[in-house]
């Protein structure tokens, strides 16, 4: 079994920065597809950006391009969103995802939350205006 337990999650401001981490523990070996995911109350949780363990693309909601960083740590097992100019409507529950997979995130379900077999349990961020 693989754990996974976010952190770094609290309140910003508008126009700041906050940085997620996710380490990854237990049976993690071989190459994962990574993502981070988040949710507000009342709507369906969003893949926010997924990077490969191994060699591959990166991934990112059109809603964070250009704000958001992913990037890892693969001696540490750890995930790390940096997150910069955050907006009031980035105040979510964040949650760190993985699947085992040879090949890669796909571009076309990276963000489809039905793929993921292990989930922390999300760090909440709260940005105020």
């Known amino acids: 079994q693989v754990q996974l337990v976010e952190s770094g999650g609290g309140s910003v401001q508008a126009g700041g920065s906050l940085r997620l981490s996710c380490a990854a523990s237990?049976?993690?070996?071989?190459?994962?597809?990574m993502v981070w995911f988040r949710r507000t109350p009342g709507k369906e949780r969003e893949g926010v950006a997924a990077?490969?363990?191994?060699?591959?693309?990166?991934y990112y909601a059109d809603s964070v391009k250009g704000r958001f960083t992913v990037s890892q740590d693969n001696a540490k097992k750890t995930l790390y969103l940096q997150m910069d100019s955050v907006k009031p409507e980035d105040t979510a529950m964040y949650y760190c995802?993985?699947?085992?997979?040879?090949?890669?995130?796909?571009?076309?379900?990276?963000?489809?939350?039905?793929?993921?077999?292990?989930w922390g349990q999300g760090t909440q961020v709260t940005v105020s205006s």
């Open positions: 237990g049976y993690f070996y071989g190459s994962y597809c």
């Open positions: 995802a993985a699947r085992s997979t040879p090949t890669g995130c796909s571009g076309a379900t990276w963000n489809d939350d039905r793929y993921y077999k292990f």
């Open positions: 990077i490969y363990t191994g060699v591959g693309s990166i």
